[in-house]
């Protein structure tokens, strides 16, 4: 028997195959073999995947954002790659015999200020199941791809249902969303009506319904245990799956940042945005540069704890000042802050690593010596350049601001520069306003700060230099 295992390399950026051999000729049964075939690129960190058996293509999504590319399933040749409206896009489900796609998502609005009024009917952040046309997806861009298409609203006033993290279908026509943040699970029937919301363990990641229907499977990371739901009577019976300690100020930091409760109606948490501790890459319209109505770029977290100052303005000069802030203004708590969950928030971001360059991630790479020479060029252009005079080593950023020729809708012109640690794995969004979507585009397109003699090869260099970071 052959078949084939696909796996996602999020840092790294490719897809992975590997064949699956089976030995069906041997007497004694025989564990598979698993011979790794040649990776595709993608054209973004890698999510999760889906089998389209009818378009004989792959449909993978954004690990952190709202990117989504279709290749190939045979030579891995790009059939499609654009971004949707939505992002954590944690789950893909293929329904009506191959025809639509059902995912759970959360939708940030850029143009909508995180106030509490907007933040109440979810027109500030909301939490949705989405059924989009296959067809579509791997053939369509833009508005077109939501033609026909079908949302479920996860979230409602008094419980706003933020974050989704998987998503099940059962034989008979129920569909279950677990809801990481509110500890819960929404229920409902696939032709329509009301959800029902049953609670469970702390931070439920994913979930399954058996073979017939009739159950329901829910597992909690934060609480080590299980949820079996009866689907007939909705009843729920907890299963701890082992003695808990209590967990360290990190680790109840971690839940924290997983926690909607922080937010009002349990719309969002620190997740929601940062997705992994990273970045969705999109804009969002929040009080931290002291204005609205100039929505800014979410900031990645990892390995920035000792990039001080914080926010595109460089106006909030610790890490628990921003987290308070955060919780009090852009989550617009229902609650005063507790100086404990600040500090315990704080512990856990601290603890958040940078993440690996692409370079450094591809298992391979084409002319390693020619590219590592390529590097080191790079890296010296980009002191002789002067970028260093606002991204010095070893956070290639620094705590002053800068005019450097940007500026937002109310004229804001100097920005705290971003770490360039990681910049490889967030080139879909670059600058304050995302308008950059790779550092091609950047050094190219944009001629950021480029000095007017700068020649093509040293561009190049000192494009593979910042992918190294």
């Known amino acids: ?197 049953i609670g469970v363990g702390l931070h439920p990641v994913d979930c399954e319904f058996t073979a017939d229907g009739k159950t329901l499977v829910v597992v909690n990371q934060f609480s080590d245990s299980l949820t079996v739901i009866d689907v007939e009577t909705m009843l729920a019976k907890h299963v701890p799956l082992g003695d808990l300690r209590p967990p360290s100020d990190l680790e109840r930091g971690e839940q924290l940042f997983h926690d909607s409760s922080l937010s009002h109606d349990g719309w969002m948490s620190c997740q929601s945005c940062h997705v992994g501790g990273h970045t969705n890459g999109l804009l969002t319209d929040n009080f931290t540069d002291n204005t609205y109505q100039t929505p800014k770029r979410v900031l990645s977290l990892l390995g920035q704890a000792d990039t001080a100052p914080y926010g595109w303005a460089g106006s909030v000069e610790t890490l628990e000042d921003q987290i308070a802030f955060s919780i009090q203004s852009t989550m617009a708590s229902d609650d005063e802050v507790r100086e404990q969950d600040v500090e315990q928030l704080a512990e856990y971001v601290r603890s958040l690593k940078r993440p690996p360059s692409l370079v450094a991630s591809r298992s391979t790479a084409p002319e390693p010596e020619v590219l590592t020479r390529q590097i080191r060029l790079g890296e010296l252009y980009f002191s002789q350049a002067g970028c260093i005079d606002c991204h010095s080593a070893p956070h290639y950023t620094s705590p002053d601001t800068y005019d450097v020729g940007l500026y937002d809708e109310e004229s804001l012109r100097k920005f705290n520069p971003p770490s360039l640690v990681g910049v490889s794995q967030r080139q879909n969004s670059l600058f304050h306003d995302a308008r950059a979507e790779s550092l091609r585009d950047v050094i190219v397109r944009e001629n950021h700060q480029m000095p007017s003699d700068a020649s093509d090869d040293q561009r190049e260099a000192l494009i593979q230099f910042l992918l190294s970071l």
């Open 1 to 197: 028997a052959r078949s084939q295992l696909w796996v996602t390399s999020t840092w790294g950026q490719q897809l992975h195959r590997f064949q699956v051999v089976v030995d069906d000729s041997a007497s004694v049964a025989s564990p598979a073999v698993l011979a790794p075939l040649a990776p595709f690129d993608l054209p973004m960190c890698g999510g999760r995947v889906l089998l389209l058996p009818d378009h004989d293509a792959v449909l993978v999504a954004d690990a952190f954002g709202s990117h989504f590319a279709v290749l190939d399933q045979a030579d891995g040749s790009l059939l499609n790659h654009h971004e949707l409206f939505e992002h954590n896009l944690c789950d893909l489900i293929l329904m009506d015999d191959g025809a639509s796609v059902l995912f759970p998502q959360q939708l940030l609005i850029d143009l909508i200020p995180a106030v509490q009024g907007q933040i109440t009917w979810g027109n500030f952040l909301s939490n949705n199941l989405r059924r989009l046309a296959t067809k579509r997806l791997v053939e369509s861009s833009g508005d077109y791809i939501y033609i026909d298409s079908k949302i479920v609203s996860l979230g409602r006033v008094g419980n706003g249902s933020g974050d989704p993290t998987s998503l099940a279908v059962s034989s008979r026509g129920m569909h279950a969303t677990t809801i990481g943040g509110t500890n819960q699970v929404a229920l409902g029937s696939l032709a329509g009506g009301a959800l029902k919301f």
